[in-house]
């Protein structure tokens, strides 16, 4: 996916604000960066007020959710402390709430973001599961997520008929999808559980890579087939399973949104022959990878000639 940002100026919301009805969630500025490793963080490009200084830290005059898709680094705020965050954590900035994080110089980070207010924004911000005291959340790889970021920001770049209402209904269902986060990260977990969602994010960060599942058991101080059961039993397909469906997806974005040849993005998902590749990708989605991409382009054709493009 392509890096974006967009924010608004005071008079661009002025506008908005006086020529289309609020729905009480107002976007104040999107985006989708990848930080790349040993460069300075933030990017000089954010404007003020959202450029800060790693000493100084920053305050914010509204809500802000950040989603760290890859990577780590470490967060600090006016009430916790300096904590490493992981690939999948996300994090809920409240106004005028000191703040500061960054990336790992070694490993850099992508982040997607959202600034919003709005009297329902602030009701739904009050809500238990979201306390200012602890904005960290652990949502994990969370592909429903990244879609509705992806959506959000498709919004933002056409700015069409009722783009404001649009965009508020996806700044709510992506709270939504962190408010379930947040209700199952407070609830009870038995031990299958606990070792399947930690094994899921293994699994996310090293999904190209081969993984050693029998390892990855013993590390959690059980037998192999105890772990495969528990993690089938949890996520309803086997740890293999779900490092390939990981795969598949990377591999289907990439033909949707590159023009990369079939055999570097069969590298670049993580499998090692284009024959598998081609193989398992028919066997799952019931085409190939050629007639998946010409598919995604033929709809994009048709939605183009649809709006008059």
Known sequence: MQEYRKYFSPSQLQRLIETTPSWGVDVLTIGHYVHREHQPYPDPHHPTPYHFDWQR??????FQLVYIAGGQ???????????????????????????????????GWEEFWVGFRG?????????DCFDPQQPLIRVGFHTELLSVFTRLIATSRREGV????????????????????????NTYQSREEQVA???????????AAPIDFEALARRFNVSYGWFRKAFKTVMGVPPGQYQLNLKLEKACQLLRETSL?????CFTSGFE?????????????????????LSGALLAGAASKASGG
């Open 57 to 62: 830290g920053r305050v914010l005059p509204e």
């Open 73 to 107: 680094g470490v967060f600090e705020s006016a009430t916790v402390p300096p904590t490493l965050v992981s690939s999948g954590t996300a994090f809920l900035l409240s106004p005028h709430t000191w703040h500061r994080y960054r990336p790992d110089a070694g490993t």
């Open 119 to 127: 009297h329902y924004a602030e009701y739904l911000m009050r809500q």
């Open 162 to 185: 009722a783009y404001q209402q649009i965009a508020a209904c996806e700044v709510i269902q992506l709270l939504g999808l962190v408010y379930a986060s947040a209700l199952v990260e």
């Open 197 to 207: 969602q930690q094994a899921c994010c293994q699994i996310q960060a090293e999904w």
């Open 261 to 265: 040849p079939i055999t570097d993005i």
């Open 273 to 293: 022959s284009t024959f598998y590749f081609s193989r398992i990708f028919k066997k799952k989605l019931a085409m190939t990878p050629s007639e998946y991409r």
